[in-house]
């Protein structure tokens, strides 16, 4: 009952009667007074009619033929009453009709001469029937003209349905019934291809071809994102490294498989029902503090911050090591989230741990090297902490190399080397300087040469004892000579100390040349 037709036929009927009636109305009024002014008009004409005989009549005084004339006016359906009279007749038909308010008035002159009156003739008109003759003729008039605006509006009812409604409501129900985004498409109605109707089912048809390629673009990106989702999922799923998503209140918001796993293997578990850890990535770290003022200085500076930290494992003494890398991230609806990256780095920090080992350690003794001796050393001075260093020269290894060969020579090395590890404090320390030379590092208080001779002589006579290099060979007797320089007496930097006790040792070999039991010798500065 909304639809278009019967709205667009009830506006042509209404608009149809409403012009009918108003036309009506006026042709009705028109009709009836020019109906009326038609019926007086021909009572004057047959006024005029009778005036010859009525004027020859009043001129030789004949009554019967006026009354003849008059009689014979009176006959018209439109006249009530007539009276005529002059100055000697007097003549009246249907004197009870006579009203004289209404009468109209007609002068009979003379037949010779027309400007002398020889009488009047006094009509009263039948109005009831003039009137009811003009209602009769407009009344059938208004009906036509009903009657012609019926037909106008059931005519122009039809040819709205046929040219503009029916095809409106067909292509309305196509496009209502038709699946958005296929092939199917509006067929232009006929006789319509140049018209309003045909421009708007191709206009149509343009909009659902637009909208089919936006659903096959809009398809296509849905496949790529789901794929592209696909792929993120799997490599997130599947990373070694625990990569986590929290928001600014420390919310888990994502996190992967690799991070469960990390923390299993520290010892902890994730609720999946309660995921409101706001520190529990920070309670992983050994030093929470330092990582958490490094993360935010990073960040203030938008910048990602890198860094390789410890974990504390609640439940193991393995030590874990991992690389974390944080950065802020914002969405398009401006929520702020943190990705935070945990590699696990703890076998390449065991390797490295190894490799600084080899570098800082001698391969064959199993003690510091130069190297690392060195690095020892430069630790000390840079605490500013008194100690002393011994360079032990090996008497007669040559001799044995030369003799028993190499492998006896690595057994004679090796064997030193434990004897002065076994012979000196747990703070002091053992440093294989290089060949046959040896470097005792000695923590030492005010009492300096005493402790020190104390400490080497118990050194030598550990190592002048004979040492077995074979079962094939009998055991050897080696002996030593050593120089000492004191820091920071001596010399306040590493090559100084070094110099000061080469410069002792040697000398303490030039007095063993003269005095055999002489083999220590202290820095002269």
């Excluded at 006790?501 to 202290?522: G, H, I, S, V, W």
Aim: charged share 25%; glycine share 4%; net charge negative.
């Amino acid at each position: 009952k909304f639809g278009i037709a019967a709205r667009l036929a009830s506006f042509i009927i209404i608009a149809g009667l409403a012009i009918a009636f108003v036309a009506s109305e006026i042709f009705y009024k028109q009709t009836y007074n020019a109906e009326v002014s038609n019926a007086k008009t021909a009572i004057g004409e047959l006024v005029k009619t009778i005036s010859p005989t009525a004027s020859i009549a009043a001129f030789v005084s004949d009554e019967e033929l006026l009354k003849e004339a008059i009689n014979g006016l009176a006959r018209s359906k439109n006249v009530k009453s007539i009276a005529y009279k002059d100055e000697k007749i007097k003549y009246k038909v249907n004197e009870a009709g006579f009203d004289e308010s209404l009468t109209l008035n007609f002068d009979v002159l003379h037949p010779f001469i027309p400007t002398e009156k020889l009488g009047e003739i006094s009509i009263t008109p039948d109005y009831r029937q003039i009137k009811s003759d003009a209602e009769l003729i407009s009344s059938v008039n208004s009906f036509v003209l009903y009657l012609l605006a019926i037909l106008v509006t059931i005519a122009s009812i039809v040819i709205c349905y046929f040219l503009v409604t029916r095809p409106l409501v067909r292509t309305s129900k196509v496009l209502y019934a038709m699946e958005i985004g296929t092939k199917e498409r509006v067929d232009t109605p006929l006789s319509h291809s140049a018209t309003e109707i045909g421009t708007l089912v191709r206009g149509a048809n343009r909009l659902l071809d637009n909208v089919e390629n936006q659903f096959r673009q809009e398809r296509k990106l849905r496949e790529e994102i789901q794929a592209l989702e696909q792929r993120f999922r799997m490599i997130f799923e599947s990373a070694k490294s625990a990569i986590v998503l929290i928001d600014t209140s420390g919310k888990l918001v994502l996190y992967n498989d690799a991070f469960v796993t990390l923390l299993e293997s520290l010892g902890l578990y994730i609720n999946q029902e309660n995921t409101e850890y706001s520190d529990l990535l920070i309670e992983l770290f050994e030093e929470p503090k330092q990582l958490l003022e490094f993360v935010s200085e990073s960040l203030r500076r938008d910048e990602i911050a890198i860094g390789e930290y410890k974990l504390k494992g609640l439940f193991t003494s393995k030590s874990f090591w991992v690389q974390l890398f944080v950065n802020a991230v914002t969405t398009e609806q401006n929520e702020k989230y943190y990705q935070v990256t945990l590699s696990d780095i703890s076998k390449r920090k065991q390797d490295l741990e190894q490799l600084e080992k080899q570098a800082d350690f001698d391969a064959l003794t199993q003690v510091l090297n130069r190297n690392g001796g060195e690095k020892k050393i430069e630790l000390e001075i840079v605490r500013n902490r008194s100690f002393a260093i011994v360079l032990i020269d090996l008497n007669g290894f040559k001799q044995v190399n030369d003799t028993y060969g190499h492998d006896a020579g690595d057994a004679v090395l090796i064997e030193v080397a434990k004897r002065l590890s076994e012979n000196i404090r747990h703070d002091d320390t053992v440093i294989r300087w290089g060949g046959d030379e040896f470097v005792l590092l000695l923590q030492i208080n005010k009492v300096r040469k005493e402790m020190v001779i104390k400490a080497m002589d118990k050194v030598r006579d550990a190592i002048t004892k004979s040492i077995d290099v074979g079962s094939n060979y009998s055991g050897v007797s080696i002996g030593l000579s050593a120089g000492v320089a004191f820091f920071p007496e001596s010399a306040d930097t590493l090559d100084n100390l070094v110099k000061e006790a080469d410069q002792a040792m040697y000398r303490a070999k030039e007095l063993k040349l003269t005095a055999p039991d002489k083999y220590l010798f202290f820095s002269e500065n």
